[in-house]
């Protein structure tokens, strides 16, 4: 049996989807460039992209257990916490590339490590 995703782990985990697909695509972008500042900005999106799916990969698993133990929960709050952490340094990245694409990108990025950043036990239990 599965417990109900609150609106909050929804959105949060629709973010860190649109970052990841968004990094993806970048990807390709700083590949095509290739100077040696698109190229290290190459890597940080591939991590920021893995971190993006590797956190909404924890939610959905928290979300499908009735009962997550409290350790689960807990794990999943600090993954939330690396992503945004690993979203606010990407966003810093892409704005100094002074694109209108890194900026949009950025923007994302900030958008979703807020949204991270309200994971907590609390809300990701439905009332």
């Known amino acids: 049996m599965t417990r109900q995703m609150t609106t909050e782990m929804q959105q949060c985990i629709e973010m860190c989807h649109e ?3 968004m990094c993806e695509r970048m990807l390709s972008h700083c590949m095509e460039t290739r100077s040696e500042e698109a190229m290290q900005m190459s890597m940080v999106l ?3 992209a893995d971190m ?3 956190c909404a990969d924890m939610m959905m698993r928290c979300s499908s257990m009735a009962k997550a133990s409290s350790d689960m929960e807990q794990m999943c ?3 939330c916490s690396l992503c945004a952490d690993m ?3 990407t966003a810093e990245m892409c704005r100094r590339m002074e694109s209108r694409e890194m900026a949009e990108l950025a923007d ?5 490590a807020a949204m991270c950043r309200q994971m907590t036990p609390q809300t990701m239990h439905s009332a």
Not at 108 to 112: G, K, L, Y
Request: proline share 0%; glycine share 0%.
């Open 52 to 54: 993006c799916r590797m």
């Open 108 to 112: 994302a990025m900030s958008r979703c």
């Open 46 to 48: 591939i991590s920021c």
């Open 87 to 89: 979203c606010d340094m």
């Open 19 to 21: 970052c990841h697909d």
């Open 77 to 79: 709050v600090r993954t």
